[in-house]
């Protein structure tokens, strides 16, 4: 039987076609070779699966695993269970990976030796040129046990992008696999039981992949993330183990919470604008030191007194497009 290789990565795959040749080839053109590659097509329509097995064709490392549609979670789960390296490795099928990727990461394994998490910078990308780079250098990068920063930021850079993450197998079996009820927020869900469970990050400042920022229904993925938000953070009250962090968890929670309110208010003010100050109230309670979400409730409500029916609308138009 071949040897394990040092890295296993993992890529879920649904009607990915456009995009899939470049994903595949920025693991094919990694400096470190020692991996495998296990992509999932999840019950694929298009050429997504043809494309994954002409790479499995023409390189041993890479293997195809197919399935009916059960989610991105299920089949990240699925790949890992065939995996045979000590790392475990993320790459959506949208982004890329920089040919230095893998090999910078070992070389902090080698200065930490005691981490079981490492990231890398990335860029925000459109597909064509890079829009800006997720950690600028006056940031400091997150290191270390970061637990009680990720029970306060879904978007902490360890977490904003998973396609950087590489995770040591013993702590990915340890914290549980990826939750399949989860269709958003699934990696920050596994983090925060990562956390749990003796997480220690190292990360470079050095950007070594890119993440794909698609254009879309953004609303509606807004609504579903606050919503997904809620529901991790629940899980994670009730589960933890660490009574220093449930206090924590409540104050995140009541935020999140209330930025769940804003998002269905900023979705109802176009087609039901008499049920959004109710919202934004609803909002403010949760966070009352939140003082300029008392400024969006005057702007939806007084604009009808001060102007009439017309009035109202146009600054609803305005706040539509500036929320």
């Given at each position: 039987m071949?040897e394990?290789?040092s890295v296993?990565?993992?890529?879920?795959a649904?009607?990915?076609?456009?995009?899939?040749?470049?994903?595949?080839?920025?693991?094919?053109?990694?400096?470190?070779?020692d991996?495998?590659a296990i992509i999932v097509d999840?019950?694929?329509?298009?050429?997504t699966?043809a494309?994954?097995?002409?790479f499995?064709?023409?390189d041993p490392r890479?293997?195809l695993v197919?399935?009916?549609?059960r989610?991105a979670s299920?089949a990240?789960n699925?790949?890992?269970?065939?995996?045979?390296?000590?790392?475990?490795?993320?790459?959506?099928?949208?982004d890329?990976?920089?040919?230095?990727?893998?090999?910078?990461?070992?070389?902090?394994?080698?200065?930490?030796?005691?981490a079981?998490?490492l990231?890398?910078n990335?860029?925000?990308?459109?597909?064509k040129?890079?829009l800006?780079?997720w950690?600028?250098?006056?940031?400091p990068l997150?290191e270390?046990?970061?637990?009680h920063?990720?029970?306060?930021?879904?978007s902490?850079?360890?977490?904003?992008?998973?396609?950087?993450?590489l995770v040591?197998?013993?702590?990915?079996?340890t914290?549980?696999?990826?939750?399949?009820e989860?269709?958003?927020?699934e990696d920050w869900?596994?983090?925060?039981?990562?956390g749990?469970r003796g997480?220690r990050?190292?990360?470079?400042?050095e950007?070594l992949?890119?993440?794909r920022?698609w254009?879309?229904?953004?609303?509606n993925?807004k609504?579903?993330?606050?919503e997904?938000?809620?529901?991790?953070?629940?899980?994670n009250?009730?589960?933890?183990?660490r009574?220093e962090?449930r206090p924590?968890?409540?104050?995140s929670l009541?935020?999140a919470?209330s930025r769940?309110?804003?998002?269905?208010?900023?979705?109802?003010?176009a087609d039901?604008?008499?049920t959004v100050?109710?919202?934004i109230?609803?909002a403010?309670?949760?966070?009352?030191r939140?003082?300029e979400?008392l400024?969006w409730f005057a702007l939806?409500?007084?604009p009808?007194?001060?102007g009439?029916?017309?009035?109202?609308r146009m600054?609803h138009?305005?706040l539509?497009?500036?929320?």
């Open positions: 071949p394990s290789p296993s990565v993992v890529m879920p649904l009607n990915v076609a456009s995009v899939l040749v470049a994903a595949l080839e920025s693991i094919r053109a990694q400096t470190f070779r991996f495998e999840d019950g694929s329509t298009d050429d699966a494309i994954a097995r002409r499995c064709a023409t890479f293997h197919r399935q009916n549609n989610g299920a990240r699925a790949a890992i269970a065939q995996a045979r390296g000590k790392w475990i490795a993320f790459l959506d099928a949208d890329v990976w920089l040919p230095g990727k893998l090999a910078c990461q070992m070389q902090l394994l080698r200065e930490d030796p005691h079981n998490f990231f890398t990335f860029y925000l990308w459109d597909g040129c890079d800006s780079v950690f600028h250098d006056h940031q997150p270390g046990d970061v637990s920063k990720l029970v306060f930021n879904v902490h850079a360890c977490a904003a992008s998973m396609s950087t993450g040591r197998r013993e702590l990915l079996n914290a549980g696999l990826f939750d399949p989860l269709a958003l927020a869900d596994l983090l925060l039981r990562m749990e997480l990050v190292r990360g470079t400042r950007p992949a890119r993440y920022r254009a879309g229904n953004i609303t993925q609504l579903k993330m606050a997904s938000n809620v529901r991790v953070l629940e899980k009250l009730h589960a933890t183990q009574p962090l924590l968890y409540r104050r009541a935020f919470r769940q309110e804003l998002t269905r208010a900023r979705q109802l003010i039901q604008p008499a100050p109710a919202a109230w609803r403010w309670r949760l966070q009352p939140r003082v979400w400024l939806v409500v007084w009808k007194y001060l009439g029916r017309a009035t109202a600054v138009r305005k539509i497009r500036k929320w």
